[in-house]
């Protein structure tokens, strides 16, 4: 596709959105979009791109007519979206492997449970990674070639400095946010404080992809002398955007509705979020925030829709959440050992086949009380 097609194609992307704000139905549907996770399985859906098809899935019901429309306009994007998806569960859960909150995820369409209409710091982590997450994986589909209306980065293209010059395939970054904005941020369509965190988190989410951004270069000349560099630019691996989304979950910043100035016509209000505390600086664009104090997560409660940590596993000698001591709150641990049978001692037979032991060792464990 030629660079001007592709102007076209974000340009029509934005004419999408300004046209949708006049559907200001206030119905609270943050995050429903998260339910897609389960078309993933039907491989012949999504490598169909008729839209009879789309719209008989129950699982794309979920989605806003809008959303199905970017969905139908960008064929392929998808599984690109729901592959989005599973990375960001997957580093969720892997970021918050140690802690009370450990990320849980159930079956149905509420993937999250009941935090996502919480407003605390783990709320914004839902949303930011989410959002990271189909900013990633549409950027890498366009480079890949697995998104029709989208392809490499190409404006990076000719001189770059003295050395080296712009070529290659650039992960198309740009394609990822604006479709990001689009389809994830749809769903947000209130003017209260919930509505503007979820925004500024989904915001932090693809800008932290964005900034994460490396140049990587590939040396041409005689005998690998380096005389001439092509570079392109190529995404983060996804556990960088995850450590830097939770670093910004340690550190942020809890906000109140600002009341100066409402300005109707403005999409993204960012300006009324402002610092609970007036002492401290107004949250940056690349700022996690939440508005109200995290549950403990410590024991079960339907209400707010937290498992406990009852039956998690945690570690005697930390004095850290994942010791004993804080990841029980304090109810104690039962400690149980138990027979692990490991693949051991395996050599290898030309050719070709590797044989091992069975190795059976025992294993302490300490659970929460
Ligand atoms: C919508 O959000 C509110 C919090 O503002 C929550 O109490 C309610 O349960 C949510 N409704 C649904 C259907 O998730
Ligand atoms: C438990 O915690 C100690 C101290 O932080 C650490 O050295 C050890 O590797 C941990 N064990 C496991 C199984 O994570
Ligand atoms: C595996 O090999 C080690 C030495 O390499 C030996 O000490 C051990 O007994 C072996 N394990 C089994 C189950 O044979
Ligand atoms: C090891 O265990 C597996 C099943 O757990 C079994 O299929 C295999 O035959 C065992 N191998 C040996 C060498 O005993």
Same mark, same amino acid.
């Given at each position: ?10 340009? #029509?992307?934005?004419?999408? &959105?300004?046209? !949708?704000?006049?559907? =200001?139905?206030? $119905?609270?549907? %943050? ?91 783990? #709320?914004?982590?839902?949303? &930011?990674?989410? !959002?990271?997450?189909? =900013?990633?994986? $549409?950027?890498? %589909? ?228």
């Amino acid at each position: 596709m030629s660079p001007v097609a592709l102007m076209l194609g974000l340009k #029509t992307l934005w004419v999408l &959105a300004f046209s !949708s704000l006049s559907n =200001t139905l206030a $119905v609270n549907n %943050s995050g429903r979009w998260w339910g897609i996770i389960n078309v993933a399985s039907s491989t012949n859906l999504l490598t169909d791109s008729k839209n009879v098809q789309l719209v008989l899935d129950p699982s794309l019901q979920l989605l806003s007519r809008k959303q199905r429309k970017l969905i139908r306009q960008n064929p392929g994007i998808l599984h690109s979206i729901s592959s989005g998806l599973q990375s960001a569960i997957k580093e969720c859960k892997w970021q918050f492997r140690n802690r009370r909150w450990n990320c849980p995820t159930m079956p149905g369409p509420n993937i999250f449970g009941k935090i996502v209409n919480r407003g605390c710091r783990e #709320t914004a982590f839902i949303f &930011a990674i989410t !959002s990271a997450g189909v =900013t990633h994986s $549409v950027a890498r %589909s366009c480079s890949e070639g697995s998104i029709e209306s989208c392809t490499c980065d190409y404006r990076r293209r000719g001189p770059g400095g003295p050395d080296w010059h712009w070529g290659g395939c650039s992960d198309n970054v740009d394609f990822g946010r604006v479709f990001g904005r689009e389809f994830v941020d749809s769903n947000e369509k209130g003017r209260d404080l919930r509505f503007l965190m979820n925004l500024h988190n989904n915001e932090a989410g693809r800008l932290t992809v964005f900034t994460e951004m490396r140049q990587e270069c590939k040396c041409h000349g005689m005998s690998g002398s380096c005389t001439v560099k092509t570079c392109w630019m190529r995404l983060p691996t996804f556990r960088t955007v995850g450590d830097f989304l939770k670093d910004r979950f340690d550190g942020a910043s809890r906000v109140i509705y600002g009341n100066k100035g409402s300005n109707r016509a403005s999409r993204v209000e960012l300006h009324h979020l402002e610092p609970e505390n007036p002492a401290h600086k107004p949250p940056s664009p690349h700022d996690l925030v939440y508005f109200e104090k995290s549950p403990n997560f410590c024991t079960y409660s339907g209400k707010t829709g937290t498992a406990g940590t009852a039956g998690r596993s945690c570690n005697s000698s930390s004095p850290a959440l994942d010791g004993c001591e804080l990841l029980c709150c304090g109810r104690g641990y039962r400690t149980r050992t138990q027979q692990v049978t490991e693949r051991c001692n395996c050599t290898f037979h030309w050719c070709c086949h590797v044989s091992c032991l069975n190795c059976t060792n025992m294993q302490v464990l300490h659970e929460c009380l």
